[in-house]
């Protein structure tokens, strides 16, 4: 399925992956680092809840979009989203089976919270999504320029999950912002989600990682947490170098376009295709 491009950005095809994880993948799945593969189970095992609050805040305001274009990209927007959920929950109930309970305990306050967001707090929620979208799309557009270092430490069903999951944050980064500059175009509101996000995301997934090497026994192992920061912040890094593209999201005239992933999209959607849906 090649990515098309049309003035709303790249096309937001819905794969429907066949992939299911496989009960071959070890617990530390990235290769001799359990910190990292930690990082990446907290990251995704709040994927469940959080796509599901975006796809929520976002249709809540879908007929509110005249655009055709917006409107069908929403649909495409919430399509892939719906497809991730499915298979992070995947991921989440491997976490559970494997012993870290507590992931399924905290993952239904968040659910709870986040349903009460979306009713109270519509336009907050939206900025909030939108915000999150950024930070997906930064990390996803690390994963698609180097993702061979970005992802071939992992097993392969986990690569395949990730560098899927990556291309269509990519392909479909703009439409949160684009539904909350037409309904809430606020600067304060937007500036204050990201903020408040960044900060909240930070600590969840460093919460996350703590818990699941508590359970592993290697909480206090300094290497593991060396290995495992070196991975997100160390030269050629995960976040190394995003710092400039993170502050633009606070300039008054930001827009995730502005970032072009287009060739990227373009290079790899092919083969992800393939990979994930053969
Ligand atoms: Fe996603
Ligand atoms: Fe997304």
Redesign the pocket.
Known sequence: MQAETHPGGPAIPVRRPRQVLSTSIPRHWVEDDPGTTHFFDALSSTFPFG?SF?VRSVNCYRDRIEDPVLRERIRGFAGQ?GQHSRLHDEHVEMLLGEGYRLIAVRNRIFERILRWQNRRQPRFSLAVTAAL?HL?ALMARRVLSEPERMTGAMHPEMGRLWRWHALE?AE?KSVAYDVLTIVAPGLWRRNLAMALVTVELAFEVWLRMAYMLYVDGLLWRRGVWTKALRFVFGRGGLLRGVGADYRAWYRRDFHPDQLDDRALIARHAPGITAEMTA
């Open positions: 796509e975006f989203e979208e997906t944050e479909h």
